[in-house]
C-alpha cells in the first residue's frame, strides 16, 4: 500500500534561519509527490510538487522541495524561515493504483517560526 | 482564496440528526473530491466524482454518508443519523482534467456533533 510518512510532529526554527520539514514515502512505481499547507481553520494550499525531471522542485512562498529516490524523501525546505510561514504542513502521494487522482496524506507537521 | 467555496463553514447538530454540506469547485473543474480531516491527522479520502459521476467510495463512507454532484457543478455531503465520531472538518477539492494536476482545497466544514 502507498503511504506517507513526516517523522516529526513539529519542527520548531528561529526567523532567518533555513527550515526544513522532512517527508518519505512508500510507493509502488514513480511517485507523484505533493506539499501542501494548512492554516488554522483554513483548508489546504498547494505549495508544490514533483511529478518528474529535475529532483529540485521549487513552489510558492520560496519554498522548494528536494526528492531523492534512493531514499525515498521529499523533505520540503526554505532558505530563510519567516515567522509568517508557522503552519500546518502536509506531505501527500497521489494514489497511483487508483486511477482517481485521490491523494494519500502524511500525519502533518507543525512548523513553529519564533521572531 | 483557491477558488473553491463550502457551506456552511462550521455546524454544530445534535447526535441522531441529518446535516448536509454544500461545494462549489473551481468552475472548470470536472473532478471532485471529499475529504475528511480529524484533529492532529492529514485529510483522508472520502469519495470522488468525475463529472457526475461518482466513481470511487473510501470504506470509511458508510452507508450513512451519501454524495452526489447531480449536474457535474456543485456537490453536496450527507450525513444521516450523526454520531459524535462523525466530527471532524470535511474538506472539499478540485482539479481539472487528466494527469498529476494538484488540487485545489476548499475552507473546510467544521461539523461537531454534540
Known amino acids: 500500500a502507498q503511504s506517507v510518512a513526516q517523522p516529526e510532529d513539529q519542527v520548531n526554527v528561529a526567523e532567518g534561519n533555513p527550515l526544513t520539514v522532512k517527508c518519505t514515502y512508500s510507493?509502488?512505481?514513480?511517485?507523484?509527490l505533493f506539499w501542501y499547507v494548512q492554516y488554522p481553520n483554513r483548508g489546504l494550499q498547494f505549495l508544490l510538487k514533483?511529478?518528474?525531471?529535475?529532483?529540485l522542485v521549487k513552489g510558492s512562498y520560496g519554498f522548494e522541495a528536494e526528492f531523492n529516490k534512493s531514499q525515498t524523501s521529499f523533505h520540503l525546505k526554505k532558505p530563510s524561515a519567516l515567522v509568517s510561514d508557522s503552519a500546518l504542513y502536509f506531505c501527500?502521494?497521489?494514489?497511483?493504483?487508483?486511477?482517481?487522482?485521490?491523494?494519500?496524506f502524511g500525519q502533518g507537521t507543525t512548523l513553529q517560526v519564533k521572531p | 482564496d483557491t477558488g473553491v467555496s463550502q457551506d456552511p463553514r462550521h455546524k454544530i447538530t445534535k447526535r441522531g440528526q441529518n446535516v448536509t454540506f454544500r461545494c462549489d469547485p473551481i468552475?472548470?473543474?470536472?473532478?471532485l473530491y471529499w475529504y475528511r480531516q480529524t484533529l492532529g491527522q492529514g485529510p483522508e479520502f472520502l469519495t470522488y466524482?468525475?463529472?457526475?459521476?461518482?466513481?470511487?467510495k473510501s470504506r470509511l463512507l458508510s452507508d450513512r454518508f451519501s454524495a452526489e454532484r447531480p449536474k457535474g457543478s456543485f456537490s453536496t455531503l450527507e450525513i444521516q443519523r450523526t454520531e459524535q465520531g462523525d466530527s471532524a472538518m470535511y474538506l472539499c477539492?478540485?482539479?481539472?482534467?487528466?494527469?498529476?494536476?494538484?488540487?485545489?482545497f476548499g475552507p473546510g466544514t467544521r461539523l461537531t456533533v454534540l
Open positions: 514533483y511529478i518528474t525531471g529535475d529532483n
Open positions: 510507493v509502488s512505481g514513480n511517485p507523484y
Open positions: 468552475s472548470e473543474h470536472n473532478r
Open positions: 477539492a478540485s482539479r481539472s482534467g487528466t494527469g498529476a494536476n494538484e488540487q485545489f
Open positions: 466524482f468525475q463529472n457526475e459521476a461518482q466513481l470511487e
Open positions: 501527500a502521494v497521489r494514489d497511483l493504483p487508483s486511477n482517481t487522482g485521490k491523494l494519500i
